[in-house]
């Protein structure tokens, strides 16, 4: 069975902290998503990674970076963690060429 | 550049009635269509997709949606609703003049099927 997993479900972290979220795809997926949801704004991409080490900034880069070391993980690093990143953050993964996306449980990030 | 709408934030049912929930799309060339559904505090679920061939398209759950081409519009339908239907639904776009992998995401539409 397909299977997107996130390191944690629940985080809380302190403004300036740095933050990692990691994504695990056992698909052997080319690509891979990090969005994050809020109400009201549905899911807006923050990085996407198409290859190992290939990386490209979706429509809200700005206070992420993303790590992708192997083909299987997606890290997705908050620098130094600002309250308006409190977010539910979705990772996902696809084969290329308009596949649909799998999704992992999301990790609810709150950032006091 | 390309963009969906979902014009309802809320949908209200009651069991047993048909459903529909509404989306329309803006691409330059051809789209790839999703529907996908989120049950609360889980990740996306993938139901169903239009890449090409027959408009009407079959997914999981029982759900259905048309592809519209002239109307840019991909709405989701069941035809008969159960209580536990009720979920954030997402409808999303890729255009295919667009050499990128990511999805545009509607904004979500919530669908309450009451018994």
């Known amino acids: 069975d397909v299977k997107v997993t996130q390191s944690s479900r629940y985080l809380v972290k302190r403004t300036g902290e740095k933050v990692f979220l990691e994504c695990v795809q056992d698909m052997d997926h080319e690509n891979m998503f990090w969005y994050r949801q809020d109400p009201g704004l549905g899911l807006r991409l923050i990085y996407f990674?198409?290859?190992?080490?290939?990386?490209e900034k979706g429509d809200i880069p700005e206070g992420y970076s993303v790590s992708r070391e192997k083909k299987e993980r997606f890290s997705l690093i908050l620098e130094s963690a600002s309250t308006n990143q409190t977010s539910m953050y979705l990772c996902?993964?696809?084969?290329?060429?308009?596949?649909?996306?799998?999704f992992g449980p999301g990790t609810r990030l709150t950032v006091l | 550049a390309q963009s969906v709408a979902q014009p309802e934030d809320q949908v209200n049912v009651a069991e047993g009635n048909p459903l529909t929930v509404k989306c329309t799309y803006s691409?330059?060339?051809?789209?790839?269509l999703f529907w996908y559904v989120q049950y609360p505090n889980r990740g996306l679920q993938f139901l169903l997709k239009?890449?090409?061939?027959?408009?009407l398209v079959k997914g999981s759950y029982g759900f259905e949606a048309e592809f519209n081409k002239s109307q840019t519009s991909f709405h989701l339908k069941k035809p008969s609703a159960l209580v536990s239907d009720s979920a954030l639904y997402f409808c999303a776009v890729r255009d295919l003049s667009n050499s990128g992998y990511a999805l545009n995401f509607g904004k979500g539409t919530s669908l309450l099927v009451t018994p």
């Open positions: 239009y890449i090409t061939g027959d408009n």
């Open positions: 996902a993964s696809s084969y290329p060429r308009g596949h649909e996306q799998f």
């Open positions: 990674s198409y290859d190992v080490k290939m990386k």
């Open positions: 691409v330059s060339g051809n789209p790839y």
